[in-house]
C-alpha cells in the first residue's frame, strides 16, 4: 500500500494573507493531504489572540473548501518537536512534511530542540519573494540531519506582519476579510474604507 504525503503547515495567520491562501492551493496540488493550523511563534510578536487566529485560518481554510484540506488546530503548539509528535500519533502509517516558507529556513536550527527532530523529519521549504534561499540555510538543515526539498513554488511577497500595519483587503483573502473588519483586528472597523 502506498503512504498518502501530508503536507504540515503550521503559521501564525497573523492575519492570513493571499500568500497563505496561494501556498495552501499549490500543496493540494503535490500532496495527497494537507493539514493547517494556527500557531504561536515564540520568536514573533502576535497581533491577535491565538483563538482569533485559528478562527480566520478557518474562514481561509473553508474558502478553499477542498476535501483534502484539514484544519488541525490540534497540532498547534509554539515547538515544532511537540506539534510532529502530535502529527505521528494523528498518522502513524503517513509520509509527514513540515512546509516551512524561506523566511524561516535559517531560524529552524535555532529552534527549541532542533538537533532531536531534524533528523527525523522532511522539511519542505516555499520560496516566498523578498527571502531568498541561502545556500547557506540549505547546509546547515542537511549539516543538522534534516531531508529537504525546496518546493518549486514561488508565493507572493504578501507578509502578515505588513497586513497589520497597513490592511490592504486586496492581499487579504475574501473569506478572512470581513472577519478582520467584524472583530475591529489590526486597526480595521466596519466604516473601514
Not at 519542505?124 to 547557506?136: D, N, S
Request: negative net charge; glycine residues 4%.
Amino acid at each position: 500500500m502506498v503512504q498518502q504525503r501530508i503536507a504540515l503547515l503550521g503559521t501564525s495567520a497573523d492575519p492570513p494573507t493571499r500568500g497563505h491562501q496561494d501556498l495552501l492551493e499549490q500543496l493540494l496540488h503535490r500532496y495527497d493531504r494537507v493539514a493547517t493550523w494556527a500557531s504561536d511563534n515564540p520568536m514573533k510578536q502576535h497581533g491577535a489572540p491565538l483563538a482569533v487566529r485559528a478562527m480566520l485560518l478557518k474562514a481561509l481554510v473553508g474558502q478553499l473548501n477542498s476535501p483534502d484540506l484539514d484544519l488541525a488546530q490540534d497540532l498547534s503548539s509554539p515547538f515544532t518537536m511537540v506539534t510532529l509528535n502530535r502529527a505521528h500519533q494523528r498518522w502513524p502509517q503517513h509520509n509527514l512534511v513540515f512546509v516551512v516558507g524561506s523566511d524561516l529556513a535559517a531560524q529552524i536550527p535555532h529552534w527549541k530542540k532542533a538537533d532531536q527532530w531534524l533528523g527525523h523529519c522532511q522539511i519542505a521549504i516555499a520560496p516566498r519573494q523578498g527571502w531568498p534561499l541561502t545556500p547557506t540555510a540549505l547546509a546547515d538543515l542537511t549539516r543538522c540531519g534534516a531531508s529537504v526539498d525546496v518546493l518549486d513554488v514561488e508565493i507572493p511577497a504578501s507578509a502578515s506582519s505588513d497586513q497589520r500595519l497597513a490592511p490592504q483587503q486586496q492581499q487579504v483573502p475574501s473569506a478572512v476579510w470581513p472577519l478582520l473588519l467584524e472583530h475591529n483586528l489590526y486597526g480595521l472597523h466596519p466604516n473601514h474604507c
